[in-house]
Protein backbone atom coordinates (compact mmCIF):
# COMPACT_ATOMS: atom_id res chain seq x y z
CA UNK A 1 0.00 0.00 0.00
CA UNK A 2 1.14 3.69 -0.72
CA UNK A 3 1.13 6.24 2.23
CA UNK A 4 0.37 9.81 1.07
CA UNK A 5 2.89 11.98 2.53
CA UNK A 6 2.17 14.95 4.10
CA UNK A 7 3.06 17.23 1.13
CA UNK A 8 0.71 15.76 -1.27
CA UNK A 9 -2.10 15.55 1.41
CA UNK A 10 -1.86 19.68 1.61
CA UNK A 11 -1.89 20.26 -2.29
CA UNK A 12 -5.73 18.41 -2.35
CA UNK A 13 -7.31 20.07 0.52
CA UNK A 14 -9.37 22.87 -0.77
CA UNK A 15 -8.54 26.93 0.46
CA UNK A 16 -10.01 27.82 3.54
CA UNK A 17 -13.63 29.23 3.47
CA UNK A 18 -13.25 32.82 4.63
CA UNK A 19 -10.85 33.04 1.09
CA UNK A 20 -13.43 31.29 -1.14
CA UNK A 21 -16.54 33.29 0.25
CA UNK A 22 -14.67 36.60 -0.39
CA UNK A 23 -14.00 35.32 -3.97
CA UNK A 24 -17.61 34.32 -4.20
CA UNK A 25 -18.29 37.71 -3.33
CA UNK A 26 -15.90 39.33 -5.36
CA UNK A 27 -17.34 37.45 -8.29
CA UNK A 28 -21.15 38.41 -7.92
CA UNK A 29 -19.79 41.77 -7.43
CA UNK A 30 -18.15 41.87 -11.08
CA UNK A 31 -21.07 39.94 -12.52
CA UNK A 32 -23.16 42.32 -10.89
CA UNK A 33 -21.48 45.60 -11.75
CA UNK A 34 -20.83 44.23 -15.69
CA UNK A 35 -24.69 43.41 -15.69
CA UNK A 36 -25.63 47.51 -14.68
CA UNK A 37 -23.05 48.95 -17.18
CA UNK A 38 -24.06 46.77 -20.21
CA UNK A 39 -27.87 47.57 -19.03
CA UNK A 40 -27.32 51.17 -19.04
CA UNK A 41 -25.23 51.39 -22.24
CA UNK A 42 -27.68 49.44 -24.07
CA UNK A 43 -30.56 51.66 -22.22
CA UNK A 44 -28.27 54.76 -23.77
CA UNK A 45 -28.03 53.40 -27.08
CA UNK A 46 -31.55 52.66 -27.57
CA UNK A 47 -32.75 55.78 -26.11
CA UNK A 48 -30.31 57.94 -28.82
CA UNK A 49 -31.30 55.99 -31.64
CA UNK A 50 -35.36 56.60 -30.98
CA UNK A 51 -34.05 60.43 -30.51
CA UNK A 52 -31.82 60.43 -33.84
CA UNK A 53 -34.65 58.83 -35.87
CA UNK A 54 -37.17 61.19 -34.48
CA UNK A 55 -35.07 64.26 -35.61
CA UNK A 56 -34.41 62.99 -38.57
CA UNK A 57 -38.06 61.56 -39.44
CA UNK A 58 -40.41 64.07 -38.26
CA UNK A 59 -43.68 62.81 -40.77
CA UNK A 60 -43.62 59.80 -38.33
CA UNK A 61 -44.08 61.74 -35.26
CA UNK A 62 -48.30 62.84 -35.87
CA UNK A 63 -49.13 58.99 -35.81
CA UNK A 64 -46.88 57.86 -33.13
CA UNK A 65 -47.75 60.85 -30.71
CA UNK A 66 -51.55 60.12 -31.54
CA UNK A 67 -51.09 56.03 -30.62
CA UNK A 68 -49.51 57.29 -27.17
CA UNK A 69 -52.37 59.58 -26.41
CA UNK A 70 -54.91 56.71 -27.40
CA UNK A 71 -53.53 54.82 -25.15
CA UNK A 72 -53.04 57.30 -22.33
CA UNK A 73 -56.54 58.89 -22.88
CA UNK A 74 -58.19 55.43 -23.57
CA UNK A 75 -59.85 57.75 -27.44
CA UNK A 76 -61.79 55.90 -30.02
CA UNK A 77 -60.90 55.45 -33.57
CA UNK A 78 -62.48 59.16 -34.32
CA UNK A 79 -60.73 61.02 -31.81
CA UNK A 80 -57.63 59.09 -32.58
CA UNK A 81 -57.67 60.15 -36.12
CA UNK A 82 -58.41 63.41 -35.05
CA UNK A 83 -55.53 64.57 -32.60
CA UNK A 84 -53.19 62.74 -35.74
CA UNK A 85 -54.78 65.70 -38.01
CA UNK A 86 -54.17 68.15 -35.46
CA UNK A 87 -50.73 67.20 -34.95
CA UNK A 88 -49.36 67.02 -38.41
CA UNK A 89 -51.18 70.45 -39.16
CA UNK A 90 -49.09 72.16 -36.32
CA UNK A 91 -46.09 70.01 -37.36
CA UNK A 92 -46.19 71.62 -40.57
CA UNK A 93 -46.30 74.94 -38.84
CA UNK A 94 -43.34 74.33 -36.28
CA UNK A 95 -41.57 73.64 -39.64
CA UNK A 96 -42.37 76.37 -41.37
CA UNK A 97 -41.48 78.53 -38.87
CA UNK A 98 -37.92 76.51 -38.59
CA UNK A 99 -37.57 76.74 -42.08
CA UNK A 100 -37.35 80.31 -41.50
CA UNK A 101 -35.18 80.95 -38.51
CA UNK A 102 -32.66 77.81 -39.86
CA UNK A 103 -30.62 79.76 -41.42
CA UNK A 104 -29.69 81.96 -39.03
CA UNK A 105 -29.04 79.34 -36.86
CA UNK A 106 -27.10 77.51 -39.45
CA UNK A 107 -24.92 80.80 -40.02
CA UNK A 108 -24.11 80.92 -36.03
CA UNK A 109 -23.22 78.04 -36.00
CA UNK A 110 -21.17 78.12 -39.01
CA UNK A 111 -19.31 80.58 -36.90
CA UNK A 112 -18.59 78.44 -33.61
CA UNK A 113 -17.25 76.28 -35.97
CA UNK A 114 -14.80 78.61 -37.89
CA UNK A 115 -13.77 81.10 -34.74
CA UNK A 116 -13.08 77.91 -32.42
CA UNK A 117 -11.13 76.15 -35.84
CA UNK A 118 -9.52 79.96 -36.04
CA UNK A 119 -7.79 78.87 -32.62
CA UNK A 120 -6.71 75.39 -33.22
CA UNK A 121 -3.59 74.14 -35.19
CA UNK A 122 -3.89 72.06 -38.38
CA UNK A 123 -4.50 68.62 -37.10
CA UNK A 124 -6.81 69.75 -34.02
CA UNK A 125 -8.97 71.85 -36.83
CA UNK A 126 -9.30 69.39 -39.02
CA UNK A 127 -10.21 66.93 -36.30
CA UNK A 128 -12.71 69.43 -34.74
CA UNK A 129 -14.55 70.61 -37.90
CA UNK A 130 -14.95 67.00 -38.65
CA UNK A 131 -16.09 66.21 -35.19
CA UNK A 132 -18.76 69.43 -35.56
CA UNK A 133 -20.09 68.25 -38.66
CA UNK A 134 -20.87 64.89 -37.34
CA UNK A 135 -22.54 66.26 -34.57
CA UNK A 136 -24.40 68.59 -36.57
CA UNK A 137 -25.81 66.16 -39.08
CA UNK A 138 -27.02 63.67 -36.25
CA UNK A 139 -28.50 66.56 -33.79
CA UNK A 140 -29.15 69.22 -36.13
CA UNK A 141 -30.25 68.24 -39.80
CA UNK A 142 -30.53 70.42 -42.32
CA UNK A 143 -34.99 71.02 -42.29
CA UNK A 144 -36.44 70.36 -45.98
CA UNK A 145 -38.20 73.54 -47.44
CA UNK A 146 -41.67 74.05 -46.21
CA UNK A 147 -44.00 72.68 -48.12
CA UNK A 148 -46.97 75.64 -48.69
Given at each position: ????????????????????????????????????????????HF??????????????????????????????DA?????????????????????????????????????????????????????????QD???????????
Amino acid sequence: MKSETPSNVSQQLPPPAGRRRGLTILLALVIFVAGMASGAALTVHFAVSRLQFAIHHPEAAPPRIAAAIQRRLDLDDAQSAEVEKIIAKHQLEIAAIRSKFQPEIMQQLDSVRDEVAAVLKEPQREKWTQLFDQFQDRWLPVMPPAKD
